[in-house]
């Protein structure tokens, strides 16, 4: 469309940044198998991803103050990098922990940073198509990304990981660098500046019951990106191909699928919504604890795939709706906040469920926490509406 072609440079680098985040899903199997840590530490370092990426949204405000997001991304990338190659030598549990704390930082520091860019490059009326065509381009890049580590993991080449990881970040940091030469304006503010950190007592109490209600879900979702390639290759004994081909599946569906089906429940409620996707979510999980086998865990994936893609434009629609204008940025920040304080979690409670010995692991369990959720959810949504916002979120993930 005409109206993204301003955007192509940055919507490529986003492809190309995403495409070479190859390491992450296959980070805690290659510290168990190629760097030989420990299971407690394994989770405690790939936890630490997770760290990095709360540190960064806590930060994102004072970060882009004082900084255009047109060199905080390509300033991220190039940190990026040098942590990655100083993770790829590390003797010391200590530096495993450094470096990766810093690549987690700097990894969700782009996301927050591409949506500033977007919103003060492109007129509101074309912001929701290039919203979409930026999700389009973190979707496909998300499937090829863990389709290339498992190759290049199967193919023992572990070192190329944190390479190959490296180099499409300082490519997409070129692409960035280059884009924004052109297009940012310097010292832009966008009118949503002001934003307020305290609401009324009832804004406060909606909102923070709502994300300790949707925070079993963010830590479900957080689970295949971080311990499912170790499950698959460590409980189950399957090769890491089969890791790649189920993540790949998940980016696949979500690519193809979650737009016409968002269109299809355009008429649900962000409740509803949630409410399947909470079910769906549980169904899914709850179904890899079943019987591991290698046909479960494909039906289990699409099912929790469907979940994923009903609940995430919903939980997004529900901030906005129980968050005053005022406070929307904010709120959207701590939404965020817990998908990474999701990813700092997950490892850990997958170590320590697995070691419990509970039958089903950590998806059977996963799955009961997310019916409770439902319950939950469903009890405090019928506590009156919230002080909505006439804007759409722009943010995506």
């Known amino acids: 469309m005409t109206q993204l072609a301003p955007l192509r440079s940055l919507l490529l680098a986003v492809l190309v940044f995403r495409t070479g985040c190859v390491l992450l899903p296959f980070f805690g199997l290659y510290l168990t198998e190629g760097a030989h840590v420990s299971a407690g530490l394994v989770t405690l370092i790939v936890g630490c991803f997770g760290l990095g990426g709360l540190l960064a949204d806590v930060s994102m405000p004072a970060t882009l103050s004082r900084l255009s997001p047109g060199r905080a991304i390509p300033l991220a990338l190039g940190v990026q990098a040098v942590a990655l190659l100083v993770a790829a030598v590390a003797a010391q549990p200590i530096a495993l922990v450094c470096a990766t704390v810093v690549w987690g930082f700097c990894y969700e520091m782009v996301n927050p940073a591409c949506y500033t860019l977007i919103t003060r490059s492109v007129d509101a009326e074309h912001r929701k198509v290039a919203f979409a065509a930026l999700r389009l381009c973190i979707n496909v890049g998300m499937g090829l990304g863990p389709a290339i580590g498992s190759v290049l993991y199967a193919w023992g080449q572990f070192s190329l990981l944190f390479l190959v990881n490296a180099a499409f970040g300082l490519i997409a940091a070129v692409l960035v660098r280059k884009w924004a030469a052109g297009y940012e304006v310097p010292g832009e503010r966008e009118r949503t500046g002001g934003n307020a950190w305290h609401g009324s007592v009832r804004d406060e109490a909606r909102f923070w019951t709502f994300m300790l209600t949707a925070f079993p879900a963010q830590l479900a979702f957080a689970l295949p990106s971080t311990v499912l390639s170790l499950y698959i290759v460590s409980r189950l004994g399957l090769s890491p191909l089969v890791a790649g081909v189920i993540l790949f599946l998940n980016a696949a569906m979500v690519v193809v699928i979650e737009l016409p089906l968002n269109i299809a429940t355009a008429q649900w ?129």
């Not at 949630?274 to 604890?289: C, E, P, Q, T, Y």
């Not at 019987?291 to 699409?302: G, K, M, R």
């Not at 817990?338 to 010995?357: C, H, M, Q, R």
């Not at 019928?382 to 006439?390: D, E, L, Q």
């Open 269 to 397: 409620s962000n409740t509803r919504a949630i409410v399947v996707g909470l079910l769906f979510a549980a169904a899914g999980f709850g179904m890899i604890g079943l019987h591991p086998s290698l046909w479960l865990l494909v039906l289990s994936t699409i099912v929790w795939t469907i979940g994923e893609m009903v609940i995430g434009p919903a939980f997004l629609g529900y901030v906005q709706e129980i968050s005053s204008p005022r406070l929307l940025v904010r709120n959207m920040g701590a939404f965020s906040g817990g998908v990474n304080g999701g990813l700092l979690l997950a490892p850990v409670a997958y170590g320590i469920v697995t070691g419990s010995g509970l039958p089903g692991g950590i998806w059977s369990l996963v799955g009961v926490v997310l019916l409770v959720s439902v319950l939950v959810f469903g009890v405090i949504s019928r506590s009156g509406r919230g002080t909505g916002s006439a804007q759409q979120p722009t943010t995506t993930e």
